[in-house]
């Protein structure tokens, strides 16, 4: 029975794969119809597995949109590579939990393995530490509870036992940029969105170093500066060596919310953008967004192995911890159970091999380069970010309305899926390269679609 279930589970998911290039991308869908076919009251009486997960895809298949094809431009979201699938497939049938070494050997041997992996890859210092948690929101506030740590120990006071009642204040310095999800993490650590020093940015959105510098100037005591690489709408990345020039000290705590910029590490000729990495004391990354892996997976990175455990770790004699120089995976994110999200990150990385994670990665940014060419050639139509990675921003008759139009019309098409913004007080098309599946044919597509989008609105009106 369990294996008429898995059986179905598999051909549906195939024939869905088979199908993602084909399908409209981003289906306007309407919510009541999809609560009228998934909803109803819980059955009283329980259906066989097989028919279960059969009715369930064809509930939701209107309501599924299309990531996994090669046309979704929105958001930073990225495809999930077939092995990767597939081992996402048998880490819910193995059905570990990962929060301990003795619950779960192999997951926690394969996580270790894939931190290795990615420190190398993204060029941090091979000592640091990785807790696998759900993506950036996750990673960003793992690795801020760390820094929180830190610079509190540094003055003497033990944030763990005591909280910040009472606490020395912890100045927080943000870009004017930085990811909304870094305010989410300040919110949850008590230390504030709001008392954040923000520091003013470039027109690609990146901290400004000589700024940075006037606000430490002004600052004493335990401090943190969250830096950011890969801006979500420019793909912009600050500049970290400048940055870290800037702090010179190694009592302020340098965090890198680098949850797609820090894959530009991956690739020689892009390393620059993020050149410095090295010098910082954490780094998020996402798994799920560039690296191609299903939802949800993110790696909270610090370069003090000892603190990250001092900062989550915790003692009770049922847990039959991991002694000597190993460590229990959940000493290293907020989570004790949890799933063993270390195997896709690992099936992603074994298919990809070093050279094609670094492929992966700039051919998504050429992508991007050659789709913002297209558009530029087109008449009334501008580039308003310089395409240094993966992220393109397009604006239309220098005019808001006639943007968003151009965005909702592409939308209701169907070919492509991509989102608007509004980037330094003018609204924008957000076109983000993150998916291993999309082609140079379909950057063609999609640009077609988004100019013909825009001819029949800004077509002379015939009298
Ligand atoms: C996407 C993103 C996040 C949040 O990551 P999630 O995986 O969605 O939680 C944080 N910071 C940046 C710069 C991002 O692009």
């Not at 309407?30 to 028919?51: C, I, K, V, W």
């Not at 297209?374 to 970010?385: R, S, Y």
């Not at 983000?432 to 063609?444: F, I, K, L, N």
Request: aromatic residues 6%; charged residues 20%.
């Amino acid at each position: 029975m369990a294996d008429d279930a898995l059986t179905r589970a598999a051909a549906l998911a195939r024939a869905f794969l088979a199908g993602a290039a084909n399908r409209p991308v981003g289906i306007p869908v309407d919510r009541n119809a999809l609560r009228t076919s998934l909803g109803g009251p819980l059955p009283e009486q329980g259906e066989e597995p097989a028919s279960v997960v059969e009715r369930l895809a064809q509930a939701a298949d209107p309501g599924i949109v299309g990531t996994a094809g090669p046309r979704y431009f929105g958001f930073v979201v990225g495809g999930a590579l077939p092995a990767a699938i597939g081992a996402d497939w048998l880490t819910s049938a193995w059905d570990q939990n990962a929060g301990l070494y003795v619950l779960a050997p192999a997951a926690t041997v394969v996580e270790e393995v894939v931190g290795g992996w990615i420190l190398d890859l993204l060029g941090v210092p091979s000592s640091a530490s990785v807790g696998f948690v759900t993506g950036g929101q996750m990673a960003n506030t793992t690795c801020l509870t760390v820094a929180r740590h830190a610079v509190l120990e540094r003055v003497g006071w033990d944030v763990e036992a005591r909280g910040l009642q009472g606490a020395p204040e912890v100045t927080v310095i943000v870009g004017d940029e930085a990811h909304n999800s870094i305010f989410t993490a300040l919110r949850m650590l008590g230390l504030g969105s709001e008392t954040a020093l923000r520091v003013p940015v470039d027109g690609q959105g990146r901290m400004r170093p000589e700024e940075l510098e006037r606000v430490l100037g002004g600052v004493e005591g335990p401090t943190i500066v969250c830096a950011q690489a890969g801006n979500v709408n420019t793909g912009a990345c600050d500049p970290l060596a400048e940055i870290a020039a800037a702090i010179g000290s190694p009592d302020v705590w340098l965090h890198v919310d680098g949850a797609f910029g820090m894959w530009a590490a991956a690739s020689p000729t892009l390393a620059h953008l993020v050149s410095g990495r090295e010098l910082a004391d954490s780094w998020s990354v996402d798994a799920h967004k560039w690296l191609n892996v299903p939802h949800d997976t993110g790696f909270a990175i610090c370069a003090d192995r000892s603190a990250h455990r001092r900062s989550l770790g915790t003692v009770a004699p049922y847990l039959q911890q991991a002694a000597g120089g190993d460590h229990d995976p959940f000493e290293l994110v907020p989570e004790w159970s949890r799933r063993a999200r270390g195997f896709p990150a690992y099936a992603a990385l074994r298919s990809l091999g070093r050279s094609g994670v670094t492929d992966l990665v700039e051919r998504c940014c050429a992508l991007a380069s050659s789709m913002a060419r297209q558009l530029a050639a087109e008449d009334g139509v501008e580039i308003l970010n310089e395409v240094s990675l993966n992220q393109v921003l397009v604006r239309f008759g220098d005019d808001d309305e006639r943007t968003r139009a151009v965005v909702r019309g592409v939308q209701e098409d169907g070919t492509a899926w991509l989102g608007g913004t509004v980037w330094q007080g003018r609204a924008a098309m957000r076109i983000s390269v993150s998916s291993h599946a999309t082609t140079e044919d379909d950057a063609r597509l999609t640009v077609a679609a988004i100019l013909a989008a825009w001819r029949s609105i800004s077509a002379p009106v015939r009298t």
